[in-house]
């Protein structure tokens, strides 16, 4: 197959790219050129920004398009004008938070989504983030037609996640000692190595399956305590302990998901929205490893532990001074 894929080098799109590269497929990855030298000389690339500049697809025949990096509708327009038809079956990389906060549990892909509040927004914010998929979803099926694909991750994690969220516990609990874990153990989280959406994504389009698919790991329920508990078991050294700290306590001391990345941050309306039914991804052959396995290939990275990224995560001393906070109002 000829795939063209928008993006294609950061993270999301980098392991859909090495699946189809590894199937053997013709690969072309249009981007704006800031990618590492010596990334996928496999592949053909353009060069260009989905904003500005598409004239490096004006030419070209392609079986299969995966877009995993629109946030407005407006940039499946222009790309579908770009294309002009030629680019097949199109995949759209959306999100869960497509949907409406008020999702029940266990909900499937015919849940209700968020409202689209503001289709021209010119910013992506915490407010408009789903809408605005919910506006580039739709705006896929009017421009690409019915067959369109709409894949709705929720964390996506691996190696070369330059977000750091679930990295970030990676590396806090590999450092050992009490490690603050927020809110309750059973609110709810849901993953997905980037390397089985990648896998999966391909094995659609090779086999011209279309739909909308939630990529989650694992089917709920799954709480945060499971997931802390599984990379302690792969990474915590000897004596760690975690130590849970309720919602409002932090939110009194002006911590947030940031702060503690992947904590809804005590958001309780929107808890649901982490407990995404994946039995249509499942039955279409999505395979999540074990987040173990994960866990382990993120350690074991070409990286520096630790480093990070700005901002994210708790400094240690800024940990220890909630702890002691937080047994002093235990004790009280």
Partial sequence: MRILIIGGTAFVGRYIALAAIDAGHDVTLFHRGKTGPGLFPEAEHLTGDRDEDLA???????????????????????????LGGRGGQYVFISSVSAYSPAVP???????????VTDPDATQVTNENY??????????????????????????????HDHSYRFTWWVDRIARGGTVLAPGDPDDPIQVIDARDQGAFVVSLL????????????????????QMLEAIAAEVAPPGTELTWV????????DVDGTALPLW??????AANMSTANP????????TPRPLRATVADIRAADREPGSGRPGIGLPPQREAELLARWAAADRG
């Avoid at 549990?105 to 409202?115: F, R």
Wanted: glycine fraction near 12%; include cysteine; hydrophobic fraction near 40%.
């Fill in 130 to 159: 789903g809408g605005l998929k919910v506006a580039c979803e739709q705006a896929s099926a009017e421009a690409f037609g019915p067959g369109t694909t709409i894949i709705r991750p929720t964390y996506v994690i691996g190696p």
């Fill in 264 to 269: 809804a941050g005590g958001e309780s309306d």
């Fill in 56 to 82: 490096a697809l004006a030419a070209g025949q392609w079986d299969a398009t995966v877009d995993v990096c629109a946030y407005f509708p407006r940039q499946v327009r222009s790309l579908a004008a770009a």
């Fill in 206 to 225: 090779e086999r011209s399956v279309t739909g909308t698919f939630h990529t989650v790991s694992p089917p709920p329920p799954f709480g945060f305590g």
């Fill in 105 to 115: 549990p266990d909900y499937d892909e015919s849940a209700p989504l968020a409202e």
């Fill in 246 to 253: 309720g919602s409002d306590f932090l939110l009194a001391q």
């Fill in 279 to 286: 039995a249509a991804a499942y039955a279409a052959g999505l």
